[in-house]
């Protein structure tokens, strides 16, 4: 324990994220119309895994703005669809970086050091920002909850890929973020298919509580609706797949 302390501290970054704190509660406040809903939902304090929808790049500001405890993010390495502009977020904020196709030994790791000092975790479960339709849990965020048994709370943010497009019209986005309740933790027992087959239930499960925090129309593989699942088919594939990850 002493040992992984040491090496993932929690909390970290301490002065610069009580600015960068207080520049985005600014930038929230005086560029969009900025909704919280579901507050008292948040616990007092970790261990935690934070789970969020993912349809914009920005989108862990959003979870920054409302998260009253330091948070950690994993996250992938790179940013292909983010603005230069916006890129030193995740840089100067700090993340534990996940790399597509790999184990992510490291992340996973600093995650179980940061939860077990009652630390709180941020996760995008569907892996990236492509889309503006709910798509499937990648398989970590199961995986880490049910290594950690740390509890889950749901968030969905609605209007984050509208904020700067309504800018650049000078005009205010009006974003909303709905917090659920916690749930959990998981188990999952067995071996092999079985396992994985249980991990694949939980990160439906994970998505699904999402789901319900988002607008109708942008549940995408998560709909009740038949025409919106089947508008959704393809926007699980990583984009990107076929070009290479640089360190």
């Known amino acids: ?9 929690y909390p970290r970054r301490r002065i610069v994220r009580s600015v960068m704190r207080r520049l985005i509660d600014l930038a929230f406040t005086t560029l969009t119309d900025f909704r919280v809903i579901g507050q008292e939902n948040l616990p007092e304090q970790g261990p935690l895994i934070v789970v969020a929808n993912h349809f914009s790049f920005i989108d862990p500001v959003a979870v920054i703005r409302v998260a009253p405890w330091p948070i950690e993010f994993l ?29 992510s030994r490291y992340a996973l790791q600093a995650s179980e050091a940061i939860l077990n000092q009652k ?15 709910l798509r499937p849990a990648r398989p970590g965020t ?17 209007g984050m890929p509208k904020v700067f497009p309504r800018l650049r019209r000078g005009k205010r986005a009006e974003v909303t973020v709905r917090i659920g309740k916690p749930f959990g933790p998981f188990t999952v027992e ?3 298919r079985e396992r994985r087959e249980q991990l694949e239930a939980i990160g439906h499960e994970i998505m699904q509580r999402i789901a319900e925090l988002i607008p109708p129309e942008m549940r995408g ?17 990583y984009p990107w797949a076929d070009e290479p990850e640089t360190r």
Do not use: C, H
């Open 190 to 192: 067995g071996k092999g």
């Open 119 to 133: 630390g709180v975790i941020g996760i995008f479960p569907e892996g990236g920002s492509w889309a503006t339709v």
């Open 142 to 158: 199961a995986f880490l909850a049910t290594r950690t048994q740390a509890p889950i709370l749901p968030i969905g943010l609605d």
């Open 75 to 103: 996250g992938g390495f790179q940013l292909p669809n983010a603005p230069p502009v916006v890129t030193w977020i995740p840089k100067l904020w700090g993340y534990y970086p996940v790399f597509r196709g790999t184990g």
């Open 1 to 9: 324990m002493t040992e992984q302390k040491s090496e993932f501290p």
């Open 221 to 237: 593989f998560y709909s009740p609706d038949p025409a919106i699942r089947a508008a959704a088919k393809g926007t699980e594939i």
